[in-house]
């Protein structure tokens, strides 16, 4: 099992750190992997990354660095933030970019199924970031009509995660 980051890892962690808000700069040491990432505030609009990464040299085991390849991106399609929502349901949408979860652990009861009801404040699903985990509740009394994405699956900011049906009255 390798310890070392993969060029999809450094991805996904740049993603991250660009969808967090205020976050000005950060250092992330992995093994022979470092990243330093600075914005800088402009009065020009969005926040400018100028993001360090540096590696030591590959191990005697490792293949030399490969070429860069336009492979599959590590995200959804860009139609993952809009999926279906059934009439009448709400969204329940990703705050950020992590891995989606719908239970506590391995093994363990899902937060949430189809047909269930939930509260406001239940806890529907965790999304993991940098082995963080981030209770995500309903923000809506109602019934879960939908769930949108798979265990374990990549989600990125504003991602349709589940759907629930509003309780009336």
Do not use: W
Not at 75 to 87: D, F, G, H, V
Request: glycine share 6%; proline share 9%; charged share 20%.
């Amino acid at each position: 099992m390798s310890t070392e980051l993969t060029h999809s890892d450094v991805e996904s962690i740049l993603k991250i750190i660009d969808a967090a808000e205020h976050l000005n700069e950060i250092e992330i040491v992995h093994g022979s992997f470092r990243l330093h990432v600075v914005r800088e505030a402009s009065g020009n609009g969005p926040s400018a990354r100028a993001p360090t990464v540096s590696q030591v040299p590959p191990q005697p085991n490792a293949t030399s660095a490969p070429a860069p390849q336009p492979a599959a991106s590590p995200l959804p399609a860009a139609s993952a933030t809009s999926a279906e929502i059934p009439p009448g349901a709400v969204a329940i949408r990703a705050p950020m970019l992590g891995i989606f979860y719908r239970a506590s652990a391995p093994g363990e009861k899902p937060f949430v199924e189809v047909g269930q009801r939930v509260k406001a404040d239940d806890t529907v699903c965790l999304i993991e970031v940098m082995k963080l985990f981030n209770s995500i509740r309903a923000g809506v009394d109602g019934e879960v009509v939908k769930i949108c994405v798979e265990n374990s699956a990549l989600v990125e900011f504003d991602q349709v995660l589940i759907c629930v049906k509003p309780s009336k009255g």
